[in-house]
Structures are given as C-alpha cells and as structure tokens.
C-alpha cells in the first residue's frame, strides 16, 4: 500500500518541536513502541534540541525542520509545535514522501486541515493526529458501555468544563500561545474542547450541525474566554456543551445519557467513570499510562507497518476543527469557519 513503511524497517521518527508535550507524553512513547524508534529531533533553538537529545538518548537534533525532514535516518515525521505551523510542516513531510503525525488541534481552522489531508493524499503518505483519548483504555471502556447498550440508546450529551483565569496571565503580561489565536487558533476551547469533541466522533460518529456563540468575558487575552454550543451527530444524537475559563472554580464534566441510563466522566482526570442504571450505580477506576500517547503512537506506527489501523487520521481530526470553527465563528468571523 502507498506510504506504508516495510515491515522490515522500523519506523524511524523525527520530532519538529521537542517542546513539553514531548518530554513525558510522546517522545519516550516513540521510544518505548514496538517497531519504534526516535532518531532525530529539532526546535529552532538548537541548543534546546541537543539538550532535548542528550537527555532523551536520541542520536541526532537540529534547529532546522527541513534538515530534519530531509535526514535520511528519519522515516516518519512527529510535528508538536504550536497549531499555526501545522500546516507547513505537514507539507513539507508530504513534499518529502513521509507520514506525519501531527498535535491536536490539526491546524488553526478547517481550511488548512483540508490542505494538509490534501498534500498527504497526493503525496501517497498516511496523516496522524494525536486525539490520543481514542485510545485509552478509559474511554475504550466507555465506547464499550455504549455500543452494549449499558445505558439503552443514547438520547443527548452534556458537557461542562469551566476554569478559573488561568494565574500566570495578568493584564500586563504577555499571555500565554495558546490564548493567542494567531498561534492557536483560538484559545483554551480550542486546546481543551478539541479533546472533548473529538471524543465524542469517536463514541457517536460525525456531528453533522452546530452553532455556538464565544465571547471574552474577562478581558485578559485576545481569544475567546467563554462558548456555548449545540450539536447534532449524523446518528440522531443531540448534544450541548459549555466552556468558561473565567470561572470560580474547576469542573470538568461529560454527561452521556440514555434510555436506560447515564455515564458520566471526566475528560481530563482520572475520577472514576460512574454508570447509572436501574439495576444501580457502578463506579469504574481506570487510570491512564505514565506516556499518556504511546497506545495511540503504538496504531500509527502499526499502521504504518502494515500490521493494524489507526482510529485518529487527518480525516476524522479534521471534522472536529470544523465543529469548533462553526462554534467560534460568531467571534472570529465566517472566514474562520471556511
């Protein structure tokens, strides 16, 4: 099949952006996978990469991404910048005939995710992005619950996330990348909710309408603070959520209810996942992996080989950008949802 890696060459990966995401999540993920390997990594201040490299046991780093790319050594490409430098260096890992795997979210809107699937396409490469939640053992066992009708047939969904401003950002400070949308394409919604909705693809299938509305309410940061949405998914599936980052306090929710039942669990903790249904409650502890991607990378890389699939592509990530942008629209304009 065209982009797949021999079997009898493991795949060699190069990181572009050794940054914190992949000092625990991912890069020792790409390390500790079968048929894997980390040979190469780069961020623009070379002398953070070859820390990054001696620390990591990793034999080559660059301050250079084409350089990276164009290491015969490197076979696939891990890109872990920010959003607004998605799109390019997908492009340029497709120019150069390798698979990518990119950080959520996939680019700054829908546009250049479209741009992104279309360079890998023509370029004959798989695209990867690491919605690593679709494979975890807690929301594997969540989907499980589901489609074996634990709660009967599902009626709606409910999420809740909210969070206090987030204390190193002051009015006279510069804030954080991602509250600037010029880098994340929006703010915490987009980092947060991204993981959220793309979830809930993977539970229920694509959600074919949405509306939203965002606004800043606090005044902090250029990006929304605040958005509300609802949704309907292709199966008949309803759904709502809100999101506020100048709250009192913490919460983070997802209600799924049914026929017969609800669970409930949070998205970004561990508490246990809570099962109501007739015949009682039932209370389920599944803790996630120390290098929380690595049964993700483990499917790329698989997938890659030729020897399994993967259930988080450029295809699938690509609908959950398009959900955000129609949410954010009313505060970005329509040309962010294009």
Not at 191 to 211: M, N, Y
Request: charged share 20%.
């Amino acid at each position: 099949m065209s982009g797949l890696i021999s079997d009898s060459a493991p795949i060699r990966w190069g990181i572009i952006g050794c940054g914190d995401v992949t000092e625990v999540k991912s890069g020792p993920a790409l390390q500790k996978a079968q048929g894997s390997s980390l040979v190469a990594v780069m961020r623009r201040n070379g002398a953070l990469a070859q820390d990054y490299a001696r620390r990591h046991n990793v034999a080559k780093w660059y301050d250079s991404a084409q350089a990276l790319i164009d290491d015969p050594d490197v076979n696939a490409i891990y890109i872990a910048t920010p959003p607004s430098s998605h799109r390019q260096y997908a492009l340029m890992a497709a120019a150069a005939g390798k698979p990518a795997y990119v950080e959520k979210p996939m680019a700054l809107n829908h546009r250049e995710c479209q741009d992104m699937i279309e360079a890998c396409e023509q370029a004959g490469v798989p695209l990867f992005v690491a919605y690593y939640r679709r494979a975890l053992p807690r929301f594997l066992k969540i989907k499980a619950l589901v489609e074996n009708g634990a709660i009967g047939r599902v009626r709606f969904v409910n999420i809740t996330l909210h969070q206090p401003i987030l204390p190193h950002v002051s009015e006279d400070e510069t804030p954080p990348w991602r509250v600037l949308p010029e880098i994340a394409g929006g703010g915490l919604f987009v980092d947060l909710a991204s993981h959220q909705l793309d979830l809930l693809d993977f539970l229920f299938g694509p959600i074919t309408e949405v509306c939203g509305f965002a606004a800043n309410q606090a005044g902090r940061y250029p990006a929304e603070d605040i958005v509300t949405g609802t949704f309907r998914f292709e199966s008949g599936v309803q759904g709502a959520g809100v999101w506020c980052f100048s709250a009192y306090d913490d919460m983070d929710r997802t209600e799924i209810v049914g026929d017969k039942g609800r669970i409930v669990y949070e998205t970004f903790g561990e508490s246990p996942i809570i099962v109501s249904a007739p015949e009682g409650v039932n209370k389920l502890t599944i803790a996630n992996p120390r290098h929380i991607q690595q049964p993700l990378i483990q499917q790329v890389v698989d997938a890659l080989l030729g020897r399994g699939t993967c259930i988080s592509t450029g295809v699938s990530a690509a609908r959950t950008t398009w959900v955000m942008d129609h949410m954010l629209r009313d505060y970005y304009g329509a040309n962010h949802a294009a």
